[in-house]
Nanobody
Framework: QVQLVESGGGLVQAGGSLRLSCSAS????????MGWFRQAPGKERQFVGF????????YYGDSVKGRFTISRDNAKNMMYLQMNNLKPEDTAVYYC?????????????????WGQGTQVTVSS
């Protein structure tokens, strides 16, 4: 059973940085695409970015491009989301997700496994 656990959320001032972590277990992650999504109160879940576990290829949503970076540590089965120059509109619960098919997609419906989420709050 695939399990994903996020950590690293918190409160930060606008312009600051945070690094989120996602610990993954129970799957053959070398073939997966791993994604980050976020959801603010009253809004739909929004794509942040993904990383192809096998080759490290990344892709980002327009709202975070140039500010956020996804990386992974294959040996530790860890994925990271480095968030720089944070803005109040980045405030949300952040989720990591796993897509076992390995396709490149920003559609949350194509991700089968999800973590419990970690809150990120950016104050102005």
């Amino acid at each position: 059973q695939v399990q994903l656990v996020e950590s690293g959320g918190g409160l930060v001032q606008a312009g600051g940085s945070l690094r989120l972590s996602c610990s993954a277990s129970g799957g053959t992650f070398t073939i997966y695409t791993m994604g980050w999504f976020r959801q603010a109160p009253g809004k739909e879940r929004q794509f942040v970015g993904f990383i192809k576990w096998s080759n490290g290829i990344t892709y980002y949503g327009d709202s975070v491009k140039g500010r956020f970076t996804i990386s992974r540590d294959n040996a530790k089965n860890m994925m990271y989301l480095q968030m720089n120059n944070l803005k109040p509109e980045d405030t949300a619960v952040y989720y990591c997700a796993a897509n076992p098919s390995g396709i490149y997609t920003d559609n949350p419906g194509r991700y089968d496994y999800w973590g419990q989420g970690t809150q990120v709050t950016v104050s102005s």
